[in-house]
């Protein structure tokens, strides 16, 4: 019997990491990836290509579907974790049921730094983070909102790149 392994996070990491399982201990593990992230696993580092026009959305996809069915994946993506309770080996998901596990790793990635400073909590202050912040802004750039960027770093400058 599979022993149930619950990856969550449905990112790179956890497409790699499913990667390095089928090739390694295909079969050893039920293998369950949860993620808040409203699609299946892409390469974030191509956001600022899709924000600008330069590749489709759908083009930065790590794995079609059918990839994970064939390993035997069970993908539950726009989904939240909102417990763990690690004593009793079970998760719990937002709204939903509760999940048992006998391996669990956290592969949750980061959340984008908002500085501290007063109005950044304003509504039409925006991140450029996932695929949820590109379709934001493009919806912004399209309605030819006035957009400002904060920050001067590599995606600050790829944000403002893109939307010019």
Same mark, same amino acid.
């Given at each position: 019997m599979s022993e149930p392994? /619950?990856?969550v996070g449905n990112g790179m990491a956890a497409a790699r990491l499913v990667d390095e399982l089928a090739k390694t201990? &295909?079969?050893?593990? +039920?293998v369950a990836v949860i993620g808040d992230e409203p699609r299946l696993a892409y390469n974030r580092v191509l956001l600022s290509s899709v924000l600008a026009g330069e590749t489709g959305? =759908?083009?930065i996809e790590l794995r079609p579907a059918d990839w994970w069915? =064939?390993?035997?994946v069970t993908v539950r993506y726009g989904y939240r974790v909102a417990e763990i309770d690690t004593g009793r080996r079970e998760l719990k998901i937002a709204g939903e049921e509760s999940m048992e596990y006998s391996k669990l /790793? &956290? +592969?949750t990635g980061s959340t984008p730094l908002r500085l501290n400073v007063p109005? +950044?909590?304003l509504a039409g202050v925006h991140t450029f983070r996932d695929t949820r912040d590109v379709d934001l802004l493009l919806t912004l750039a399209a309605a030819k909102k006035? %957009? %400002? /960027? %904060?920050g001067g770093g590599l995606l600050g400058l790829e944000a403002a790149y893109g939307l010019a």
């Open positions: 392994l /619950v990856i201990a &295909l079969g050893r593990y +039920a959305s =759908h083009e069915r =064939h390993r035997g /790793v &956290l +592969a109005g +950044a909590d006035r %957009v %400002v /960027v %904060v």
